[in-house]
Nanobody, 131 residues
Framework: QLQLVESGGGSVQPGGSLRLSCECS????????IGWFRQSPGKEREGISC????????YYADSVKGRFTIVKHSAKNTVYLQMDSLEPEDTAVYSC????????????????????????WGKGTLVTVSS
């Protein structure tokens, strides 16, 4: 059974950092693209970062570019989202998702996955940025 479980959320002050984890089971990361999405009350879901199964392509939304980093750890079947310089506007429920990509994904395909969503979803973890 394919599962994605997020962890690492919490409360942090503006300017602080958090690292989210997306632990995957039931499938091999090498053949799936993984994305991080977030949603806050009253706002649409936003795809903020995606990474290809091969790890050689990444996509970042403009809202997080330069502050967030997505990393794939194949041996642990886990994808991380390092979030630095957090701002109150980053407050949201963060979810990871997966889509089968056995031949890898280009930057353009990752852009589309982040824009339109993926097939398999975790339940999310809450990040609150507040002073």
């Amino acid at each position: 059974q394919l599962q994605l479980v997020e962890s690492g959320g919490g409360s942090v002050q503006p300017g602080g950092s958090l690292r989210l984890s997306c632990e995957c089971s039931g499938f091999t990361l090498d053949y799936f693209s993984i994305g991080w999405f977030r949603q806050s009350p009253g706002k649409e879901r936003e795809g903020i970062s995606c990474i290809s199964g091969t790890g050689d392509a990444t996509y970042y939304a403009d809202s997080v570019k330069g502050r967030f980093t997505i990393v794939k750890h194949s041996a642990k079947n886990t994808v991380y989202l390092q979030m630095d310089s957090l701002e109150p506007e980053d407050t949201a429920v963060y979810s990871c998702a997966a889509v089968s990509s056995p031949y890898g994904s280009s930057w353009y395909e990752l852009h589309n996955y982040c824009a339109y969503g993926m097939d398999y979803w975790g339940k999310g973890t809450l990040v609150t940025v507040s002073s």
